[in-house]
């Protein structure tokens, strides 16, 4: 019974502050807290998680990006060698068309010169025929001026006749 | 004559029952006070905290940002070690804070009890220098009061018994002296003119000191642990 009393009833402040203490760590500082950290880590977490996708989507981007680039690569050297291939081939039947135009203008012209030969040839046997005809026809008739005429207008007659 | 002896009946530290053991234990009034507190503020924890979801409701919410505060304030001032003294810094704030307004429930502050005063500040005190014995090790701990420089050891020492007294003897004479004004002011005008002058008195003031206490305490604490 006094206004400043410190006795031994201290005892009852420590008493009630362990107990607060404890009640207090129980109900609200634990509890809060771990929820608090856990929801930083979640949070953590969740950053980290979007970052390694965010690296790997990149990652992929990037092998995507060298596989088109290889296949465009590709695609141009398959066209180039199609075209070479295309080209040489081209040259190549040109080549042989060239060649079998040659080949059949060479037998065209061999077969000119063989018919005019023999056609040369068909003609002298005629003319020496002829010749021969017309001095037989000579020789058995007796040649006078109007025979010949005659003679010679039969025998030019007989020329265009036969030609 | 009549102002003065109300008045001394209203200052005096009341028992309020006795234990009828041991020839009788004295219960005084500012331990009663303090557990119908401590029954009300573990309630409020419980209603709080139950039920906690990862997406916090508003209850959650409040529950949070009150731990979160304390959490914050001790991971400015203590460092890596927060977690170890959060708890315990919180627990004297909220009684404190508490404590200094359960004038506006009709409850006598238990904090005009000098008992209570006192033996916060030497529970204060022990978590001072406990928690340095305890992170610094003994010899650590004893290298301490030779720091900045060992001249100054003997305020150190001196320094274990003038914390908790400073600490007990603001706590108390702001509590105190508050509540003496009050009574006075009740007894001259017992209505409305109490209402402004309580909500500076009890209210902001009896704040403000359950700041101070646990802002002196929390730098006491990182100074003997860092």
């Known amino acids: ?163 | 004559m009549d102002i003065k002896e109300e008045l001394t009946a209203a200052l005096q530290s009341k028992t309020a029952f006795e234990i009828p053991l041991f020839g009788g234990i004295p219960v005084p009034e500012s331990a009663v006070a303090s557990w119908i507190l401590i029954a009300l503020v573990t309630v409020a924890a419980i209603w709080l905290t139950h039920d906690m979801k990862k997406v916090p409701g508003r209850r959650q919410m409040v529950a949070e940002m009150l731990v979160g505060f304390i959490n914050n304030f001790c991971k400015d001032h203590l460092g890596e070690h927060w977690r170890t003294f959060a708890p315990y810094l919180g627990t004297f704030g909220i009684y404190l804070v508490l404590a200094n307004l359960s004038e506006f429930i009709g409850i006598t502050p238990p904090t005009k009890d000098l008992n209570v005063t006192a033996g916060l500040a030497f529970m204060a005190v022990l978590l001072i220098y406990g928690a340095s014995f305890k992170i610094k090790g003994f010899k650590g701990g004893l290298h301490k009061f030779a720091e900045p420089s060992p001249i100054v050891a003997p305020l150190n020492i001196l320094e274990i018994g003038i914390r908790p007294l400073s600490l007990c003897m603001r706590l108390f004479g702001n509590v105190f002296a508050s509540f003496v004004i009050m009574e006075l002011v009740k007894i001259v005008a017992p209505v409305i003119v109490p209402i402004p002058l309580s909500l500076y008195f009890d209210a902001f003031d009896g704040i403000i000191q359950a700041v101070v206490f646990v802002f002196l305490t929390t730098l006491f604490l990182g100074e003997s642990i860092e």
């Not at chain 1, 060239?98 to 023999?118: G, P, S, T």
């Open chain 1, 1 to 163: 019974m006094a206004i400043l009393n410190l006795n031994a009833e201290i005892v009852y402040v420590f008493i009630n502050l362990a107990i607060l203490l404890l009640l207090m760590k129980k109900f609200l500082f634990g509890p809060v807290t771990k929820m608090l950290d856990e929801r930083s880590k979640e949070i953590a977490d969740t950053i980290d998680g979007a970052n390694a996708k965010m690296d790997q989507a990149n990652q992929t981007k990037q092998e995507y990006e060298a596989h088109l680039q290889n296949a465009k690569l590709e695609a141009q050297a398959i066209v180039d060698d199609a075209k070479k291939r295309g080209q040489q081939e081209y040259e190549l039947q040109l080549e042989k068309a060239r060649a079998d135009i040659a080949r059949m203008q060479a037998a065209a012209q061999k077969q000119a010169e063989a018919d005019r030969a023999a056609m040369l040839e068909g003609a002298r046997k005629e003319i020496a025929m002829l010749a021969l005809l017309a001095a037989s026809k000579v020789s058995q008739q007796k040649m006078n001026a109007e025979a010949d005429r005659a003679l010679a207008d039969a025998f030019l007659a007989e020329v265009e006749e036969h030609a």
